[in-house]
């Protein structure tokens, strides 16, 4: 099994930064396509970055421009570089991996709220 262990949350005014980390543990992470979710109170998980294992990245239209996926060179590790936040950016924010069996595996999630 692959257990993903997210961290970097937290609490930030408008504008600010923050960066967050997934490391996948287990024999059998393969790294096919990792990414992020985010769940906002009242409204469904929505996907905002992934990247395949050759590199390619996909953005929602919202994160796009400020929001940043990227690797390790180990490959299991995953980051999230987020700039440029704004309140509506408030959510759990979780990080997904799928298998080259099209298994999906999630973190436990990270608060990240955008206040002042």
């Known amino acids: 099994q692959v257990q993903l262990v997210e961290s970097g949350g937290g609490l930030v005014q408008p504008g600010g930064s923050l960066r967050l980390s997934c490391i996948a543990r287990?024999?059998?992470?393969?790294?096919?396509?990792v990414g992020w979710y985010r769940q906002a109170p009242g409204k469904t998980r929505e996907e905002i970055a992934r990247?395949?294992?050759?590199?390619?990245?996909n953005y929602a239209d919202s994160v796009k421009g400020r929001f940043t996926i990227s690797r390790d060179n180990a490959g299991n590790t995953w980051f999230l570089q987020m700039n440029g936040l704004r309140p509506e950016d408030t959510a759990k924010y979780y990080c997904?991996?799928?298998?080259?069996?099209?298994?999906?595996?999630w973190g436990q999630g990270t608060q990240v709220t955008i206040s002042s």
């Open positions: 990247m395949t294992v050759n590199g390619s990245t």
């Open positions: 997904w991996h799928r298998s080259y069996g099209s298994e999906d595996f």
């Open positions: 287990g024999r059998v992470f393969s790294g096919y396509i």
